[in-house]
């Protein structure tokens, strides 16, 4: 996992490749207060129910996903965001190839 240049403009969702039957994830920057990650997941891919102890933004920059937080289903496309709040159950899967980043704050 590299992180990428700065003062660089940046085509997020083409930092990350699919990759059959995975989960890719690139960090883009990292620091105290928090870091950026893209992640692209193979179709039926998933990261189980967890917790973190920070809110993070998810949005989509390719396909399709389903967020669950706390037992709720969101269908997500390509454009769309949600928070995932801190300390509340949260799974991610991949109802079609999708390339996601993720922010995360600690604060």
């Keep these: 996992m590299s992180i ?3 003062s ?3 085509k997020l969702a083409d930092l990350v ?3 059959d039957g995975s989960v890719v994830s690139r960090q883009i920057t990292k620091a105290e207060a928090g870091n950026v990650t893209l992640f692209a997941f193979d179709a ?3 990261l189980s129910e967890h917790t973190a102890p920070f809110d993070a933004l998810v949005e989509i920059l ?3 996903a389903e967020i669950s937080i706390s037992g709720m289903s969101y269908a997500l496309n ?3 965001a949600i928070v ?3 300390n509340q159950p949260h799974a991610v899967k991949g109802t079609k ?3 996601m980043l993720l922010t995360m704050i600690r604060a």
Excluded: C
């Design 44 to 46: 039926g891919q998933e």
């Design 4 to 6: 990428v240049p700065k």
């Design 78 to 80: 390509a454009g769309d």
């Design 62 to 64: 390719d396909g399709e």
């Design 97 to 99: 190839r999708f390339k």
């Design 8 to 10: 660089q403009v940046l």
């Design 84 to 86: 995932m709040p801190a």
């Design 17 to 19: 490749s699919y990759q």
